[in-house]
């Protein structure tokens, strides 16, 4: 096989990986393609891994959305509610973060992962109430939820599901299931939200982007029905995503440290 071939290949399992992610937790999708594009498909800059990853999520989250819609697992109210109030917050985190050395940013990136993975093992218990959605009690709270998620999300580069979700859990109570596909939404406004700001300051790999949206679409549709398998056991979705988290925080804090 040649370099071409395999560095081809090496873009699109990748893509998959990250479309796999996003089908089956909600989120996770640039926790794992930024690393996968800096560290095993060779992107030496950061911001341009950052802008390519967040592109390529939000289209891969549309994907996913699609199919938990179909499966009626999506709360569109609060979708909403959350994905205007995060959007803003994402372009003003998206400026913030093409300020910061890529390296740093990657670091503090890992650092705030293994703190949400242990926010997400110690709720792991809490079924959810599936009646439970956004109305005027609880509205102020998920836009408050949403404005700051989207701000880390901008900053950091990321869909934010795996901010979202939790955010969606601790601001309305709904089950995991629901708020990992209502997720989606914000997930994929976001993406877009950091993408154009990355792209206006020519921070996008067309090609690597393209790939990874070929790679996202397969693994996302595997992703979405291996989380309705998964929910029907207590707190597997939850734990399932917060070794993902802990495991790939680990690399990137040894590789920001240690690494060339």
Known sequence: MSDPLLQTGLEIFSG???????????????????????????????????????????????????????????????????????????????????????????????????????????????????????????????????????????????GGGFLIVPGLIASTGMPILNAVGTSLVAVSAFGFSTAASYMASGYVDWSLAGLFILGGAIGSLVGTRVARSMAQSKGALTIFFACVIFCVATYMIWQCLFGR
């Open 16 to 158: 998959s990986l990250v479309g796999f992610t996003l089908g089956l937790i909600g989120g996770g999708g640039s926790i794992l393609a930024v690393p996968l594009m800096v560290y095993l498909v060779g992107v030496s800059n950061p911001h341009v891994a950052i802008g390519t990853s967040a592109l390529a999520v939000a289209i891969n989250a549309l994907v996913g959305l699609a199919q938990h819609a179909r499966a009626h697992t999506v709360k569109w109210r609060c979708a909403a509610i959350f994905a205007s109030c995060g959007v803003l917050g994402a372009f003003v985190g998206a400026s913030l973060g093409k300020a910061v050395d890529g390296k740093k940013l990657l670091l503090c990136f890992a650092i705030l992962m293994i703190g949400v993975g242990i926010l997400m093992l110690r709720g792991r218990r809490n079924e959810g109430c599936p009646g439970a959605s956004c109305n005027r009690d609880n509205a102020a709270k998920v836009a408050g939820y949403g404005a700051g998620t989207g701000l880390l999300s901008g900053f950091f580069g990321i």
